[in-house]
């Protein structure tokens, strides 16, 4: 999802990218078919020959499980995945001398915060498995810079939301867990409703709060990130807009945007969501003068409702993903 849309910036930027994906989560569609290597991190081979047959400079990299109430049934599942696997990334790297970095990682990395909003100095506590995997690439990451002189960028995404200006990528997950995508999808009657998933969090209506980033603000944080790479650099931003909306906040705003009602159930708390998460982006707007274009929730809710009213089943290859 992200990955689709940093792809197209950075190719109308000029930069020449390929894409690894063993397309267990991503589409074919979602980029341009000549620019897709099918592959698994854990096909070393083929990774291997990838990196040097295109001539590999850096690798901004996506591929990680992302579902927290997954990684706590099923730990083992993402220990593999994003820990282990990245590690054999990270070693396919060091061999062929490929020193620049740019890596996904995650608020969830801070656990429940002290402070709100959220600097980069926060104490990183993660209360799931899948912040574990993001906090232990992180802390790999500055070790591999310090004893091989890499240079690394760890992007902490807060809720990456919305879709392509012109509508024609957006966001497709099996399952979907993401809020705004299951609001729009329970709008156009795709399923029965959406959970609000707890309503005894001390927030003002009891609901989540969470900050909501544009993806292709996201995209454009990847750019600047990689250009601004040199060796032994370690950067860590967070990427948010420093407002946060609730649960209801968002079902409500996405039936203004809509022009219609959102049906609505209301269930338990999931395991390790914290009751607030919200960005301060200063650092790198500071540092790289990124500046996200989409501020406010509405903005982005309308590009994700564009996507969605035009691809009510996504990208519908859910029969040929390899």
């Avoid at 993660?126 to 993001?134: A, E, H, L």
């Amino acid at each position: 999802y992200i990955g689709s849309h940093a792809v197209r910036l950075f190719l109308s930027r000029g930069h020449d990218v390929w894409v690894y994906d063993n397309l267990s989560m991503g589409h074919r569609a979602a980029v341009p078919a000549e620019r897709l290597i099918v592959g698994d991190l854990a096909e070393t081979a083929r990774l291997d020959q990838a990196l040097v047959e295109h001539r590999i400079e850096a690798v901004v990299h996506f591929a990680a499980l992302a579902y927290v109430g997954e990684s706590v049934e099923q730990p083992a599942k993402y220990y593999q995945n994003n820990l282990v696997n990245t590690l054999t990334l990270f070693n396919v790297m060091r061999r062929l001398r490929i020193d620049r970095i740019v890596f996904s990682s995650t608020c969830a990395i801070y656990g429940v915060p002290e402070k709100i909003p959220i600097t980069e100095d926060e104490k990183q506590k993660p209360i799931n498995p899948y912040g574990n995997t993001k906090l232990a690439i992180e802390r790999a990451l500055a070790d591999y810079a310090a004893a091989y002189n890499w240079g690394f960028a760890a992007l902490r995404y807060f809720n990456a939301a919305g879709a392509s200006g012109n509508g024609d990528i957006g966001e497709d997950h099996e399952p979907e867990t993401h809020l705004v995508p299951l609001v729009l999808q329970a709008i156009l009657g795709r399923r029965p409703a959406v959970t609000i998933f707890g309503t005894d969090y001390p927030t003002p209506d009891g609901t989540c709060i969470r900050d909501y980033i544009h993806v292709e603000d996201l995209a454009e944080a990847h750019l600047l990130a990689l250009e601004n790479l040199a060796p032994g650099k370690q950067m860590r931003y967070n990427l948010g807009v420093g407002r946060g909306y609730s649960v209801r906040e968002v079902i409500r705003l996405a039936e203004e945007v809509t022009g219609r009602p959102a049906p609505v159930k209301e269930g338990p708390r999931r395991p390790g969501d914290p009751p607030i998460l919200v960005a301060s982006a200063e650092k790198i707007q500071r540092e790289l003068g990124w500046k996200p274009r989409y501020t406010d929730l509405r903005s982005i809710l309308e590009t994700a409702w564009n996507w969605h009213r035009r691809h009510p089943k996504g990208y519908d290859d859910r029969a040929n993903r390899r």
